[in-house]
């Protein structure tokens, strides 16, 4: 493993594997137990450095962290010397300077925890950096469709929505792709970004086509906050074309999941009946996060620091 | 590190310690000690092995336990990696099986088993996690070697065999189920 989990990327197949193994080792060691906690990170302290809103993730990692014991600091950009102009660097170096081990960081900005990198001594962790990645939601996802089909190498998983804004659907493309899965992605032709022609991805336009052989369907979220520009003519058209309802969901094979990263417009891109049958892992997810999670930061920091 | 000085002469093959056979009757003898110390509590034993090698361990004892008294016996596995003290000195490493049995431990009679009993570390560890899994009524130690050089207040209950080594000498016990053979091997110079 390297030093930081930066993007999908970061990991190969043998790293990844280990994650996913790790994560199901901690599961398999917690379950029906009444003390969910691990001594292994006793006396480091993890900081979440949020500049963008969140729920799930940083009290996802917030959980992963102190159920391995490690002192955990919330920082919301919101209420912090950030809005009296203080830079990511410097707001970086101070926190580091009070002794932390590891920076989980959200950003809006694309590249943000790289340059990051570069500047502390400690792990970081990408918890979603603008449009661009967040790993450890592709890893979460990659063990849940694991844990539900029992494989990864060769399951067909069709990825909907929002391509282009989505660092959810990046993540997923490498990592899923590392593990043998094939990728395609469902997407307006507005919503896809430029460079989608070099991905080890198939594209398609149309849902319908594609839902029959499909043995996972990965909903992106349609995020309002980064539609800037008319990229569909209404919410209602998309959702008609790009939306999974209970129709299609009919269409699907026996044994296929539904997957959500959330949060979710329910009635937009998945249909509320859908998000709550039982094909569904959209709950299953969220427990699944604090494993993976659990998981990285023992691979992380667990050893030599 | 304690590493061997002198040179290894010509790399001498091993010397084992016990053999197969030897092995074999190493283990009934423990299945005997365990039921006689257990009286009454047999029903509640309960054989937890420490990774790699502690399990499969448990495992062939409480089988033999199953053939010498009849009665059943659980057995589960405890992984001790993430409750370590040496994680920082070592670095991380991949976990393994944790399974208790559908009865769980509180209340009943854990018995640990392990291969080597040497520092005392792992099964320090390995208390550490038994805590956080329940609350057995009384927990022992079941080892195959005991090689001392102990570095914490720590005993075995039931002892193989008791082997005088020194600190830079290497044990390595191999099964079958882990290694294709059961024999126990001692090695100058550090793992």
Known sequence: MKRHLLESADLDRADAT???????????????????????????????????DST??????????????????????????????????????????????????????????????????????????????????????????????????????????????????RSNVWLLTTLGAEVTLVAPPTLL???????????SYDLDAVLPKADVV????????????????????????????????????????????????????????????VRSTIVEQVGNGVSVRMAVLYLLLGGNA | MASSTEPAPGQAAPAALLAPADVARVVDRMAHQLIEKAGDALADLVLVGI??????????????????????????????????????????RALEDTVLPPAG?????????????????????????LRDLGRPRAVQLAVLVDRGHRELPIRADYVGKNVPTSRAQTVRVHLTETDGTDEVLVTEGAA
């Open chain 1, 18 to 52: 280990l994650v996913l193994d790790t994560a199901a080792q901690i599961d398999q060691a917690l379950a029906g137990r009444e003390v969910k906690k691990l001594p292994t990170l006793r006396g480091r302290t993890v900081v979440n450095l949020f500049y963008e």
């Open chain 1, 56 to 169: 799930r993730t940083r009290i996802s990692f917030e959980l992963a962290a102190k159920r391995l014991s490690a002192d955990v600091i919330n920082f919301s950009a919101k209420g912090s010397s950030v809005s009296k102009g203080e830079s990511l660097k410097d707001t970086a170096l101070t926190l580091e300077a009070m002794g932390s081990d590891a920076i989980v960081v959200r950003h809006s900005a694309s590249g943000a925890p790289h340059r990051l990198a570069h500047w502390v001594q400690g792990s970081v962790v990408n918890a979603g950096d603008g449009t661009h990645e967040h790993p450890t939601q592709a890893l979460l996802d990659a063990y849940t469709i694991r844990r539900r089909l029992g494989r990864l190498d060769g399951v067909r998983v069709v990825v909907v929505g929002d391509v282009l804004h989505s660092r959810v659907a």
């Open chain 1, 193 to 203: 970004p430029v460079g989608v022609g070099s991905w080890p991805v198939t594209v």
């Open chain 1, 218 to 277: 990965m909903m992106l979220r349609v995020q309002l906050e980064r539609m800037t520009a008319s990229f569909f003519p209404s919410a209602r058209e998309y959702s008609r074309r790009y939306g999974l309802d209970a129709v299609r969901m009919a269409a699907l094979g026996d044994d296929a999941i539904v997957m959500h990263p959330g949060p979710m417009n329910r009635g937009m891109e998945i249909a509320a009946d859908v998000a709550d049958s």
């Open chain 2, 51 to 92: 990774p790699t090698r502690g399990a499969p361990l448990a495992r062939r004892l409480a089988a033999r336990v199953e053939a010498f008294s009849g009665a059943r016996v659980d057995t589960g596995t405890v992984d001790i990696t993430l409750y370590r003290d040496d994680l920082r000195l070592r670095g991380v």
């Open chain 2, 105 to 129: 431990i509180d209340g009943r009679l854990v018995v640990l088993v392990d291969d080597v009993l040497f520092s005392g570390r792992s099964v320090r560890a390995a208390l550490d996690a």
